[in-house]
């Protein structure tokens, strides 16, 4: 029985959503946060218009088969769906490597398919006591916590970024943050400066950030981390 899985897209081969490996990505349509950055809106609504069907997906991954190295399930937030475990397994039947993008809001899903995956970025937004702040939603701090809890737990190789738009996140909540999830244990830490392109909050896009402290956080963060590097700035 093939899985439930909304797609909202396919990106056929990129280089930079699995770290060192050729990859394509499956968009998963849906979302239950509202961050006013998300650069993928018309991936939020559960039930967003759909072109491609998991079928089409696996149709086309066969054809790369000794092409493609891996495979990453993106959003959206792939964790939403139910049927993300079973298409994971098929993916991995087919011999690719598997990656995923999460928000972690879904902790037990990511339990559930974590044995099968490769590789995880999972993007923390704020301090987990601010988070509603940036998703919109209540409680969902201390979701992405329970989710990044157990992907430290599980062993599984790992990125954890941020978003750092200055109107959302000052240097002073970005050093909270990173001492957090230092504590936590988190070992390796990306931070992503703001990109406009896909933004549909007009405010954001327009709030100056030029002025942001880049190297004052460098400063601060670079000794909490075995590997940290800052994107884009
Ligand atoms: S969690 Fe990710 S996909 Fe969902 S709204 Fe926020 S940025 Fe967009």
Redo the contacts with the bound molecule.
Sequence with gaps: MPPSLQVGGLTPLTTTDFPGLLAAVVFCQG?P???G??H??H??PRGGATTQGWDDVMAFLHRRQGLLDAVVFS???PTLQSGLVQACREVRELGFKLGLHT?GPYPARLVEILPELDWVGM?IKAPFADYDRI?GVPGSGERARESLMRLLDSGVDYEIRTTVHPALLGVAPLVELARELAALGVRRYVLQEFRAQGCADLGLNMAPGRDFLWADVRDALQPLFQHFSIRGA
Aim: net charge negative; proline share 6%.
């Design positions: 979302c946060w509202q961050c950055y998300c993928n809106p991936l939020i959003g959206g937030e928000a993007d998703t």
